[in-house]
């Protein structure tokens, strides 16, 4: 109910404001909702609408860097002393992404968006399925944590982040203090947002316009560099 809540907000947001305002601004709370979704969904659409390619870049990567702060506010409310750890990555990494989102909003037209890219995550069909993902992952992570350790939770989140983040941050969250520590919720977290990162960054090179690509490359390469600097530094403390 708390994912879906805070996704149905984002979904709201674009149908009564994103839509009407355009492209750009239902990345933004397209983001909320699913930002591999609406990734994908614009990397489509960037094949039949070159005119407003950068338009479609500037959405995803402002998507891209919604994802950071739609994550800390998931992990504020289930683990407020994780979000204390996790809140200086998480800056660095929607700092990186609002840098890169305003050079591309600049190179922008203003043209009214009628893209449906988000569907309401309040669909039952919606909501019984990610309460079975979030299901499958909790336990999954606990029983990897048993008998493998905090290699075999690094591991799962590291797969279960590559079609959707929220499932696998709200796991680990739990679990967090519990299972295991807080530095290896950290590392599983940065983890599961360098495997998403990297599966909508594979999305716009492979489906999208070649101008697609050559706008988002150096947001995607940005986001993916500075997510394993902080990685590493978790590695190194921990």
């Known amino acids: 109910i708390f994912i879906s809540g805070i996704s149905f907000l984002g979904y ?3 149908k009564f404001i994103g839509y009407q305002k355009g492209i750009k601004y239902t990345g933004i709370f397209g983001g909320f909702v699913s930002s591999t979704a609406l990734t994908y969904a614009y990397t489509k659409k960037s094949r039949d609408n070159v005119p407003v390619i950068k338009n479609y870049a500037a959405g995803i ?7 950071y702060p739609k994550v800390f506010i998931e992990i504020s409310v289930v683990n407020a002393e994780l979000a204390k750890t996790m809140a200086i990555p998480i800056i660095i990494l929607t700092v990186t992404g609002i840098l890169h989102s305003i050079i591309l909003w600049r190179q922008t037209k203003k043209v009214v968006s009628n893209d449906k890219v988000v569907s309401n995550p309040f669909e039952l069909k919606s909501a019984l399925l990610f309460g079975v993902i979030f299901g499958v992952i909790l336990v999954v992570s606990k029983l990897s944590q048993v008998y493998f350790g905090e290699k075999g939770v690094l591991i799962v989140s590291f797969i279960s982040g590559l079609p959707n983040i ?23 977290i940065l983890l599961a947002l360098l495997s998403n990162t990297l599966f909508k960054f594979s999305l716009s090179m492979f489906a999208g316009h070649k101008e697609l690509r050559s706008n988002v490359l150096p947001g995607f390469v ?3 560099g500075v997510n394993l600097l902080v990685i590493l530094y978790c590695f190194l403390i921990g």
Do not use: P
Not at 166 to 188: M, N, R, Y
């Open 61 to 67: 990567i402002l998507a891209c860097t919604i994802v």
């Open 222 to 224: 940005s986001f993916i």
């Open 12 to 14: 709201l947001l674009t």
């Open 166 to 188: 929220d499932a696998i941050v709200l796991s680990v969250s739990q679990l967090s203090g519990v299972s295991f520590s807080e530095i290896t919720a950290s590392k599983s």
